[in-house]
């Protein structure tokens, strides 16, 4: 029989979904895949319940249906500062990686830093393009004006920027962020952002939108979605904002890729566009205290560990315990320990084998029971090099 698609042949399945189907196996407490373990805000599911018995079954406007576009066009030009048209200005999508089908095409280039979520690889892949790599050095993750700038110089159509970032957690500040700018005009480049974690930043941090700095909205395809603001992942509500000629563009890419978000979720999403500042404060003060919940219960079992500006996550050094891998030692700290993460490796294009990826968007007491199993991570995690 013929070959298969050679473009998709080297695809792995996801390490971060992977570790979930193992956790699940094993009765793990799963800190691997980014997701809550507590409810959504009750007006969204009180909404969804009324929702369930109206008229919203049918499909919506492809790019999204008007009063869920409304609501967000006033959401985000609000805190992007920006006047943004609900016509002209945003597509909903199913979930938010479907934006760089719009900008490259087969053997362009697109910058892309590291560590990266692990679905940036795959979409650069998928178009046919070529994914330049830059580092974003650890421990605090920044990158390097000058690795950066050699980047640019093989002219990328795009760069794929994921601020706060999955999964270091790092703060991009306004001064980089306005570095990044100078060159994407200077070597004329499109910015594709991943903003998910938008409204989870953590003091003295500040979130810049990128579209929002001088001149950059025109170049700029703002991707975020609804999953962790609202603690709705499994709603797959996600959206782009741009520019009215690269919206257009999406709009066609996205009719034939995946039609339309679901109607009814879009439906019972809105009543959640249209919260006062008061929840995002109050959003930021929940993670804040989770963050430190975990941090601290780290610290005090004296567990190596970077310390995230933004998001959900904490990355982890194993170097102590000598790992050839650590996707083995995440199996093992699943089987032994009962506690899930995702092997770093899944995130660097650099040889990266010292990190493991946590994530403490759980009730209290979730973190609380996977602190209580890692007291014992020492004694139960086999060592692959003599300690001392």
């Not at 196996?25 to 909404?47: H, W």
């Not at 900008?103 to 070529?130: H, M, Q, R, W």
Request: proline share 5%; net charge negative.
């Amino acid at each position: 029989m013929k070959e298969l698609s050679k473009r998709t042949k080297t695809f792995t399945d996801s390490a971060i979904r992977r570790m979930t189907r193992i956790a699940n196996q094993y009765d793990a407490i799963n800190l691997s895949q980014g997701f809550p373990d507590f409810d959504p805000p009750k007006e969204i599911l009180n909404r969804l319940e009324q929702v369930a018995h109206e008229d919203f079954n049918q499909y919506a406007i492809t790019w999204g249906a008007q009063n869920f576009r409304d609501a967000l066009a006033k959401k985000q030009s609000k805190y992007m500062n920006l006047d943004l048209d609900s016509n002209k200005n945003i597509v909903v999508t199913c979930g938010s990686t479907e934006a760089m089908m719009s900008v490259c095409d087969p053997n362009d280039k697109a910058i892309v830093f590291s560590p990266f979520y692990e679905n940036y690889g795959a979409d650069t892949t998928l178009c046919g393009a070529n994914p330049i790599y830059v580092p974003l050095h650890p421990p605090v993750f920044n990158f390097d004006k000058e690795e950066l700038e050699n980047a640019f110089k093989q002219n990328p159509k795009a760069l794929i920027l994921c601020n706060p970032s999955n999964p270091c957690g790092k703060v991009l500040s306004k001064e980089e962020l306005e570095y990044i700018a100078s060159l994407a005009i200077k070597y004329d480049t499109y910015v594709i952002t991943d903003e998910v974690y938008e409204h989870i930043v953590y003091a003295p941090y500040k979130h810049t939108y990128f579209a929002s700095l001088p001149g950059m909205f025109e170049r700029t395809i703002s991707c975020s979605s609804l999953s962790k603001t609202y603690s709705i992942t499994g709603w797959r509500l996600g959206y782009c904002i741009a520019p009215e000629n690269i919206i257009e563009q999406l709009k066609k890419v996205h009719d034939f890729l995946t039609v339309g978000a679901a109607a009814p979720l879009q439906e019972a999403a809105v009543v959640g566009l249209e919260f006062s500042d008061a929840y995002y404060d109050e959003l930021q003060k929940l993670y804040t205290h989770k963050k430190d919940l975990f941090i601290n219960g780290l610290k005090e079992l004296n567990i190596p560990h970077t310390e995230p500006q933004g998001a959900y996550y904490v990355m982890v050094d194993i170097s102590e315990f000598g790992y050839d891998s650590d996707l083995d030692f995440c199996v093992d700290l699943i089987k032994n320990v009962g506690v899930a993460a995702v092997p770093g490796s899944s995130f660097f294009k650099e040889e990266e084998n010292r990190y493991i990826r946590f994530h403490f968007a759980k009730k209290d007491e979730t973190l609380l029971a996977a602190l209580d199993r890692l007291k014992d991570m020492r004694t139960k995690m086999s060592y692959k090099k003599t300690v001392g």
